[in-house]
């Protein structure tokens, strides 16, 4: 690559020790020498250790996974991350997200999602799959929550676009994956669904390639289809797999089925055929007619997935859980760790100068706040973390305030369980209690003063009038809409001036009826909603003169006036919407009366389109 990281040795040069030959005759015993042999001594074992450290936490972040579950509405991806957390071990039962036991899936908390079996927040967990961890985000599907999706992706290394082997590619699957491609992820594609009636997992792979213009090809082959789908034949290792147990958990490896072998050797070569496009190494083999290995051929998906230039597909049914613990080797194998992918902040010192980040926890402490919630303890702020180490208790900067901030509390999160952690390293998503941020800022330890780009916000497409019933619940309706506005940015709250409405506005109709049900429910508020009122306004066509006489008797002096004049129509295309133009001669209405009679015209005005008004 024309780019290379810092290595983290340089860091360490200020450790480097001073290099002495020293002869056994000419040692200089006095005390300034022994110290400065101590000193280098001690130098040399600080290298040491510090160069221990640096390769310990190389070979961690190298274990280290960072992946986003997306795509089309209802296509499997929190039963697929249910299957997930309980072949890893995370949870010790399996709930379906519209279960009959009434738990549903660990990662729909919100009771409006078990409700609707749908996902509404992203939710975010990690696990541990053959000593790699993988920290998991699992988005919505639905395209009125798709800043849910936005920002996961802003943050991940990679993500598993989930297909529904019926369905096909769908109008979801073609946003989510334009997102994807707006952040360079690397991905692989997971067919689900191949136990339904009309599984096609052949069509759908050719609708990725001619909709998405995915170069991709099938890394596995069904055993059957429907309700005869029983495993998968693994074309990498040439190995045919069965999911068996009460939940699929015990996984056995065997032969390739005799009756499977032409289609198997067929899907195996055009596997090889597609990566030799865009991997010169495997290029070279194939066009010398070498037999390629499985290590050989793993190595090169994995180079063209790193390089977004290929995209592996998988097969199965997480919802009778067959394909997925291969699906977890997958994104061990071919997904890239945090030091693969390649970062930069915008350094605010050097007019925005793009930074390469370096992705170790050496480096200055460099985080993004990429998602907030309002929890039981306060404001819950979602990290990621590029550079460097956060602790609890360590004092960090907001670069877009310029506030110094102290920790009191780190988490990470499974679901909407916390675990309680001392400190995080660069590559980990985490959230911090108690800290006053804004979605998008960028903190670091003060050393460097570095943003991170912001997310694309798509713009709301929807607005509604909302108010609350009750005029006692005010305090707490403002409350509840402050706090959505903050957590979601494509959720805009502004008031009529016009028509004095509060105008609640989003992506969709069900993106603000969800909210107006939050509100009752999280708020204890019933609220109004309607469409928002327009005014209609008139306006004159032709000159018309008037002449008003008032006359108003109440006791005292009472009342008189009279107004003379005429009005018509401005020029079409005229910059201004009133013109007012004095036209009495001499005294005969007091000067200071002038100003008030002008304004009386300007408030009835409002209503109309532009007009020149004339005071005779």
Not at 153 to 161: M, S
Request: neutral net charge; proline residues 4%; charged residues 25%.
């Amino acid at each position: 690559m024309a780019m290379t990281r810092r290595s983290a040795s340089h860091l360490l040069s200020a450790f480097r020790p001073f290099s002495l030959l020293l002869q056994p005759h000419l040692v200089d015993s006095s005390p300034a020498a022994a110290s400065a042999r101590r000193a280098m001594s001690s130098a040399s074992a600080l290298r040491a250790r510090d160069e221990k450290d640096v390769a310990r936490w190389r070979e961690s972040m190298g274990r280290m996974r960072n992946i986003g579950i997306s795509a089309h509405i209802d296509s499997g991806k929190t039963t697929l991350t249910e299957r997930v957390l309980y072949y890893t071990g995370r949870i010790h039962e399996i709930h379906e997200v519209r279960g009959r036991d009434g738990v549903g899936a660990k990662m729909d908390s919100m009771d409006l999602e078990r409700e609707k079996g749908i996902t509404i927040q992203s939710a975010a967990t990690y696990c541990t799959w053959k000593d790699y961890q993988i920290n998991i985000i699992d988005t919505p599907g639905h395209v009125d929550f798709t800043i849910e999706v936005e920002r996961a992706l802003r943050v991940l290394d990679g993500a598993i676009l989930v297909l529904c082997s019926v369905g096909g590619v769908q109008s979801q699957s073609i946003t989510v994956d334009r997102q994807m491609r707006r952040y360079e992820i690397p991905r692989v594609a997971f067919i689900n669904k191949l136990d339904r009636m009309g599984a096609d997992p052949w069509k759908v792979l050719n609708q990725a390639r001619s909709k998405l213009r995915h170069h991709n090809a099938a890394v596995q082959v069904p055993i059957g289809l429907e309700e005869e789908f029983e495993g998968l034949v693994d074309l990498v290792e040439m190995k045919a797999y069965k999911f068996e147990g009460s939940s699929g958990q015990n996984v056995t490896a065997s032969d390739v089925p005799l009756n499977m072998e032409d289609l198997v050797t067929e899907k195996r070569r055009e596997l090889i055929e597609v990566v030799s496009e865009v991997d010169d190494q495997l290029a070279e083999a194939f066009l010398n007619d070498e037999p390629i290995t499985a290590n050989q051929l793993k190595a090169a998906i994995r180079r063209a997935t790193v390089a977004r230039k290929f995209i592996p597909v998988y097969m199965g049914s997480a919802f009778k859980n067959k394909g997925v613990q291969p699906l977890l080797d997958g994104v061990l194998d071919y997904l890239p760790c945090p030091l693969e992918v390649y970062n930069y902040a915008l350094d605010q010192n050097k007019s925005e100068e793009k930074v390469l980040l370096a992705g170790t926890p050496a480096e200055p402490l460099v985080a993004l706040a990429f998602k907030l919630e309002e929890g039981r303890f306060g404001q819950l702020t979602y990290l990621r973390i590029y550079d460097g180490v956060i602790r609890k208790g360590d004092f960090i900067y907001n670069v877009n305030t310029g506030k110094k901030i102290k920790v009191p509390r780190l988490v990470r999160m499974h679901s909407n369980e916390m675990e309680d952690i001392q400190e995080a390293y660069a590559g980990q998503i985490v959230a911090v209690f108690g800290v006053d941020c804004a979605s998008g800022d960028t903190f670091t330890d003060g050393t460097v003063k570095y943003t991170m780009t912001s997310m694309n916000v798509p713009e709301p497409v929807m607005s509604l009038a909302v108010s609350p019933i009750s005029k006692d619940s005010g305090g707490q309706f403002s409350k509840a809409l402050n706090r959505f506005q903050k957590e979601d940015p494509t959720f805009r709250v502004g008031l009529d001036a016009e028509s004095g409405q509060t105008i609640i506005s989003g992506m969709g109709e069900l993106h603000l009826d969800i909210y107006v049900e939050r509100i009752k429910r999280e708020y204890k508020v019933d609220a109004k909603v309607g469409k928002p009122r327009v005014n209609f306004r008139e306006t004159i066509t032709q000159r018309a003169e008037f002449d008003y006489l008032h006359k108003k008797q109440s006791g005292g002096q009472g009342q008189y006036g009279r107004v003379c004049g005429y009005i018509e129509p401005l020029p079409s295309g005229s910059d201004g919407k009133f013109e007012f133009d004095n036209m009495i001669i001499g005294q005969a209405i007091p000067s200071n009366f002038i100003p008030a009679i002008e304004k009386g015209f300007k408030e009835a005005c409002n209503s109309w389109i532009p007009v020149n008004l004339l005071l005779s």
